[in-house]
């Protein structure tokens, strides 16, 4: 077995430990003489799982008792749809557009209705976060929508906009679980797992109670209703189950390692070595604005298309895969979410400085 540093924006890296536990049942999962794939989402080995998830994340997140919590389908992507089918009651939603993310979800918002690009960072490639204290956000708007953590650019809002008022509505998916979050500041939070979590296709979404009503859009299909899955506690129809189970084995090793906290300080750490190394070597620059930088995808360039490419082959023949830069934007992208280990940073870091050693 030769395991490689994954450094792709998502699907991503998972944790050793809980793939390697994940195989260990894969035949007979605590004696039931079958795997999780082939388990009835009604038997009571899936029921514990399902809630020993749900304990789990609201115990990671502090999660307050009048939110519900939600695993869906469809991935990230649906929620661009259903949170306007579900929320835009006056049918006006206001969007701060920092990237492809938060402009397809902007796009799709106006199919139901009035959709505001109050701000927006387009103009220098989304390589920054948008001054958010004093927007002209509408008076009659249903919510205010960010994408938190902008996974092909590399930025992050540090501080939430002030939404003089208005509902949240936050896409997290390449920062979930990456550190605390305050998620009474938010309406509904929501992210696609395969970032830092689990496999492709599960959503989590996290809604505050009194938007879980019947007081949708016309037309709003049942299976894309918040309380249709709200009502079932997710077992509306079969769940993404398997799914669901890996991210119950992940809410588990965050918990084992102290927390979100704790992932929070080894993120900053992580992220600080491969920051320094860019911002002190002579061959390779960030291309975010430093105060606005992610410490889970970081972009850089050479400035030199091709030196990239050629960095990007010696680098996936060392070893440290997915290091192509999304096709929007070029260069490098490491991603280095909760399961990157240090090493693989450092590591990387290492071949860097080597490769500008001998590519001068
Ligand atoms: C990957 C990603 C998505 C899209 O996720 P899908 O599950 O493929 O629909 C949406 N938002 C963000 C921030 C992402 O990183």
């Known amino acids: 077995m030769n395991r490689?540093?994954?450094?792709?924006?998502?699907?991503?890296?998972?944790p050793e430990e809980v793939l390697r536990e994940a195989a260990a049942e894969m035949l007979d999962?605590?004696?039931?003489?079958?795997?999780?794939?082939?388990?009835?989402?009604?038997?009571?080995?899936?029921?514990?799982?399902?809630?020993?998830?749900?304990?789990?994340i609201r115990e990671l997140l502090s999660?307050?008792?009048?939110?519900?919590?939600l695993f869906l389908q469809g991935g990230a992507s649906q929620q661009f749809a259903m949170i306007p089918m579900n929320l835009m009651k006056n049918r006006v939603a206001d969007y701060i557009i920092t990237g492809q993310w938060a402009k397809k979800a902007y796009s799709e918002a106006k199919l139901y209705g009035t959709a505001n690009a109050v701000a927006s960072s387009a103009d220098k490639t989304f390589s920054y976060i948008p001054d958010c204290s004093d927007l002209p956000i509408s008076a009659d708007a249903d919510y205010v929508y960010i994408c938190e953590n902008n996974t092909i650019y590399g930025t992050k809002f540090h501080t939430l906009p002030n939404t003089k008022g208005k509902d949240l509505v936050a896409d997290v998916s390449s920062c979930f679980l990456s550190e605390p979050m305050d998620v009474s500041k938010y309406a509904l939070v929501y992210g696609g797992v395969q970032k830092n979590i689990g496999p492709a296709g599960t959503v989590i979404v996290i809604i505050r109670d009194d938007l879980v009503t019947d007081d949708v859009l016309p037309g709003t299909p049942t299976m894309l209703r918040y309380k249709t899955h709200a009502d079932a506690k997710s077992l509306y129809n079969t769940p993404p189950a398997y799914g669901i189970?890996?991210?119950g084995k992940v809410f588990r090793w965050l918990k084992a390692r102290g927390g979100l906290s704790a992932m929070k300080e080894r993120n900053e750490a992580k992220a600080a070595i491969l920051y320094?190394?860019?911002?002190?070597?002579?061959?390779f620059r960030g291309t975010v604005v430093p105060a606005d930088r992610?410490?889970?995808?970081?972009?850089?360039?050479?400035g030199d298309e091709e030196l990239d490419a050629k960095f990007v082959k010696a680098a996936t023949a060392a070893g440290f895969v997915n290091l192509k830069g999304h096709r929007t934007v070029g260069g490098m992208r490491a991603s280095i979410y909760n399961a990157m280990p240090v090493e693989g940073v450092r590591?990387?870091?290492?071949?860097?400085?080597?490769?500008?050693a001998e590519n001068r």
């Open 29 to 56: 999962y605590k004696g039931t003489g079958m795997s999780v794939m082939e388990m009835s989402h009604r038997s009571s080995a899936f029921a514990e799982i399902i809630e020993d998830a749900e304990a789990d």
């Open 4 to 14: 490689v540093y994954n450094f792709s924006a998502g699907p991503a890296v998972l």
């Open 63 to 69: 999660i307050p008792d009048n939110y519900r919590v």
């Open 276 to 283: 320094d190394y860019l911002d002190n070597n002579k061959m």
């Open 347 to 356: 590591k990387l870091v290492d071949f860097m400085a080597k490769f500008e």
């Open 245 to 247: 189970y890996i991210c």
């Open 294 to 302: 992610s410490i889970m995808n970081v972009p850089f360039v050479t």
